[in-house]
């Protein structure tokens, strides 16, 4: 039979991790298994050409689960079933999809969420113009405005899933990481030699430089921080980033997070004379 959509894989899936699969990777076999989905079936791939349809959209229903609650992922490539999916699959759900799972407030707002932010560019990645049609957008759109929306979803999955791989990396790794990001945003003239690291022991609170002109006469400091979500970088954080700044002679800074700062702290940067620029997660 055809490939099912998304949706539709959202109940086996889940019913999946339950029995203890790792991955979407090991979800597959038996999706096509389940399903009868012959193997020239299973190996159409996306216009992208970079993976199956059906891939593409067991992936998919892994991510509105996890945005439910109903997964987790401890690390990369690794999908485990929470307690809320476990309590949800007790009550033997004839099917899950999204008009089922808008009843759980975590996968709403994160709906809502990326619906506010559909002015990004596309990812370019996934499986948009195959699943169009079921995505939960408003059925009085248009054409370009579902796609706009769909786009905004795309962009919303690949935003989590990197900061998912942010927060996995090494401290010595995500500091770097920063530095590389600041060089390719045109920081040092867009050139990666001019940023460094600072040791990550006695660093006074600067994790890297980057230097404005060759001769090292101007520079801009760095602090990266990487903190959960919930957990904003407050005013003593940036009283302590730009206290550093002064030891060093220097008038420039940029403070980047995994996750926000309180309005506290971005209140106290209009009362200094230190230029500093924060980057949220």
Known sequence: ??????????????????????????????????????????????????????QSRAHWARTYL???????????????????????????????????????????????????GSGDEASGQGDAFVQLHSLPTDDGQTPEDAMEAASALLSAALRDELLLLLHQLTPARFERLIVDLLSAMGYGGGEAARGMVTKLSGDGGIDGIIHEDSLGLDAVYIQAKRYAAHNKIGRPDIQQFVGSLTGEGATKGVFVTTSDFSREAQEYLNRVQHRVILITG
Not at 2 to 30: I, K, S
Not at 79 to 104: C, K, M, W, Y
Request: negative net charge; contains cysteine.
């Open 66 to 116: 996890s945005k439910a609650g109903l997964l987790e992922s401890p690390k990369r490539n690794l999908h485990v079933i929470t307690e809320q999916g476990r309590q949800f699959l007790a009550t033997n759900p004839p099917r899950i999809d999204n008009q089922v799972l808008s009843a759980i407030p975590s996968f709403t707002e994160w709906i809502e969420a990326s619906r506010a």
């Open 1 to 54: 039979m055809a490939v099912p959509d998304y949706e539709t894989l959202m109940l086996p899936v889940l019913r999946l991790f339950a029995e203890g699969a790792p991955n979407v990777a090991a979800c597959v076999p038996r999706l096509q298994e389940q399903y009868a989905i012959s193997d020239e079936e299973a190996s159409e791939l996306l216009p992208s050409g970079r993976t199956t349809v059906l």
